[in-house]
């Protein structure tokens, strides 16, 4: 029997009104890959955060064991040196630093008391072949795709001598192929004997890679599963939501749909910065008032340009093309002009696009349309609270009250806040782009509820996401982009994703495939 490397046990964490962690317990066991999954706010990267050292010994109880030897980490470093290195979903890299430097920041290799750049140079090449980076070492992060950004920090933590690797949330902003190669890359650091503690909401990766899994539910440990193929991603949704999820979707029965109220005609655009380059090509598609639809591509198809170019050119040069809205060609220049037509943009990086991270749920909510809640141009402190927490109480945003900061809410809740922010400008058509990613089965359940909602309410919602099941199961109907066309159109009663990927990756110059 493998013996184990950490064990966590009675854990508890509390912060002002909020009890993160109660009693949890996680079991480790040497060389293997472990699994911790929960919904947001599940206390998941909080327990990270105190074995890692973020949280030092004192300010939680309980105990931690590393190869059975009682541990009282003061900060990071002190955890670092025995063992353990944590990656971010936000990576700490400097990117106008080279590869070889992030590698050994703060860890230099010197000589007398100098940087030696050729043993720096050196020693990053191991490492980055260690995790299959080939790069030149002296090449900036600022060049580097996230997917390799990635691999960057796994050879910082390589650098340190990890024995215990914990990886929160790495795939969330891969495409399917980086995802991929990360997840090999696990494999193969397993069989140099590396521990890795992976925290993901993708439970198919999860799945297709761990050893084991543990589920924390509201602060708790509610089990820990061995992967051995009787564990499905219904199961671990059961322990994670504490029901089953026979439908992952809301039923949304006989929903009402009207008019076309809002169309996009032969809409084109070019790169922002490299001449002769069309990103969107003659794009048309059209939405009915009460109808949700999709817009499905691979990535670089052109569906967030053509998002964010029809809200006020947010994207792209020599923008072309007619908006109509009731029938009428509407101005959308600038975002000012696309919002006083009813449309709303919510972006697919909320965090840097999004929201403003360090203001409360309160400002937020109001940022967009600040003259609903301002009387002669000066905001009305009260009709400033009351509309956010009318918006938090209808969304069902969990936090104590509307003056917490965003950035202290679960992924979920964040979304929430967004959605919330583009709402309050009373909108008529919502575009939403990826509203769903990084954030847990059971938030997005919630999600899906408050689009549906929206959509009964007369409002037109476009949908953009990488997951088809989501678009099949969200979705009235489905547009297909291509190398920035639209190749088809598919009713939810004719699409698949056999049918969907066969129009994704269709030849942009064919004819288009529409709607029977």
């Not at 317990?25 to 599940?42: M, P, Y």
């Not at 009282?72 to 040196?81: L, P, Q, V």
Request: some cysteine; overall charge negative; proline content about 3%.
């Amino acid at each position: 029997m493998t013996a184990n490397i950490l064990e966590m046990r009675s854990i508890t964490m509390e912060f002002p009104g909020v009890k993160a962690l109660d009693e949890v317990d996680l079991s480790v066991a040497e060389g293997e890959i472990h699994a911790l999954v929960g919904e947001n706010g599940a206390g998941k990267s909080t327990l990270m955060k105190v074995l890692s050292g973020v949280y030092p010994h004192g300010s939680y109880r309980g105990r931690i064991l590393m190869d059975g030897n009682e541990m009282a980490f003061k900060d990071i470093r002190h955890s670092e040196a025995a063992g353990i290195a944590i990656i971010h979903q936000e990576l700490a890299l400097v990117p106008q630093l080279s590869i070889a430097e992030n590698i050994f920041l703060g860890n230099e290799r010197t000589r007398g008391g100098i940087l030696d750049w050729q043993e720096t140079n050196r020693q990053a090449m191991l490492l980055m072949q260690r995790v299959g980076l080939l790069e030149d070492p002296e090449t900036l992060v600022a060049a580097l795709g996230v997917g390799k950004q990635q691999l960057v920090e796994i050879a910082k933590a390589l650098a340190k001598q990890v024995r215990l690797l914990i990886l929160d949330e790495p795939t969330a902003a891969l495409n399917q192929a980086d995802s991929d190669s990360l997840l090999a890359l696990l494999r193969e650091l397993q069989g140099q004997q590396i521990t890795s503690i992976l925290i993901s909401h993708k439970l198919n990766e999860v799945l297709a890679v761990s050893d084991t899994v543990t589920v924390l539910r509201d602060g708790h440990t509610i089990e820990t599963l061995e992967v051995d193929g009787t564990v499905t991603e219904d199961r671990i949704i059961k322990g994670m939501v504490g029901r089953d999820l026979d439908h992952r979707f809301p039923p949304r029965p006989d929903p009402e749909i009207g008019e076309v109220f809002f169309d996009i005609q032969d809409w084109s655009v070019d790169h922002p910065t490299i001449a002769g380059r069309h990103v969107v090509r003659g794009a048309s598609l059209h939405v009915r008032r009460g109808e949700i639809v999709g817009l499905a591509g691979l990535m670089g198809a052109g569906r967030t340009e053509l998002a964010m170019s029809v809200f006020g050119r947010s994207y792209g040069r020599n923008v072309r093309g007619t908006v109509c809205k009731d029938g009428a060609p509407v101005k959308v220049s600038t975002v000012p002009e696309a919002i006083a037509a009813g449309i709303a943009y919510v972006s697919e990086d909320r965090k840097q696009l999004g929201l403003i991270l360090d203001e409360d749920i309160r400002r937020n909510f109001t940022l967009a349309n600040l003259a609903a809640v301002s009387r002669h141009s000066v905001i009305d402190t009260h009709a400033e609270v009351a509309a956010a927490e009318d918006l938090r109480t209808r969304l069902t945003v969990k936090a104590p009250t509307v003056f917490a900061k965003v950035g202290t809410l679960s992924g979920g809740n964040q979304q929430k806040v967004v959605l919330g922010k583009w709402i309050f400008t009373e909108p008529d058509l919502l575009i939403l782009d990826e509203p769903t990613r990084g954030i847990d089965v059971g938030a997005k359940y919630e999600i899906y509820l408050i689009i549906q909602r929206l959509a009964a309410e007369g409002k037109g919602v476009l949908v953009i996401s990488s997951e088809l099941p989501e678009l099949l199961g969200l979705c009235d109907r489905v547009y297909a982009m291509s190398q920035g066309r639209i190749t088809g159109e598919l009713p939810a009663a004719a699409a698949t994703q056999e049918a969907l990927m066969r129009l994704m990756t269709r030849d942009a110059n064919a004819p288009e495939v529409m709607a029977r």
